[in-house]
């Protein structure tokens, strides 16, 4: 069983920086391409960011330049450093994997989501 496990969400004034992380475990032989979703109430889930086992990046036009996505292969974990944070980024956030498990299949895993309020 694979699990991905989001944390680093909360209250931040606008302006302000959070950095989110997103730890994989659980049966997995290897990890392809990890990234980040959000979703606002009423929206769709929105892409943000992408990185590959290269560490290879691809971003939304939304946060290019606001939005770093990292990952530490070692650890399983991706992140998320948020900064110049806005209002109209709450929403919740949700990492994903492109995972190996066991059973010698890939998979798309996703977290359970970590909330990121931004107001004053």
């Known amino acids: 069983q694979v699990q991905l496990v989001e944390s680093g969400g909360g209250l931040v004034q606008p302006g302000g920086s959070l950095r989110l992380s997103c730890v994989a475990s659980?049966?997995?032989?290897?990890?392809?391409?990890m990234g980040w979703y959000r979703q606002a109430p009423g929206n769709q889930r929105e892409f943000l960011a992408t990185?590959?086992?290269?560490?290879?990046?691809n971003y939304a036009d939304s946060v290019k330049g606001r939005f770093t996505i990292s990952r530490d292969n070692a650890k399983k974990t991706v992140y998320l450093q948020m900064n110049s944070l806005r209002p109209s980024d709450t929403a919740v956030y949700y990492c994903?994997?492109?995972?190996?498990?066991?059973?010698?299949?890939?998979?798309?895993?996703w977290g359970q989501g970590t909330q990121v309020t931004v107001s004053s």
């Open positions: 994903t994997g492109n995972i190996r498990d066991l059973a010698m299949a890939w998979y798309d895993y």
């Open positions: 659980g049966d997995i032989l290897a990890i392809n391409t």
């Open positions: 990185i590959g086992s290269d560490g290879l990046t």
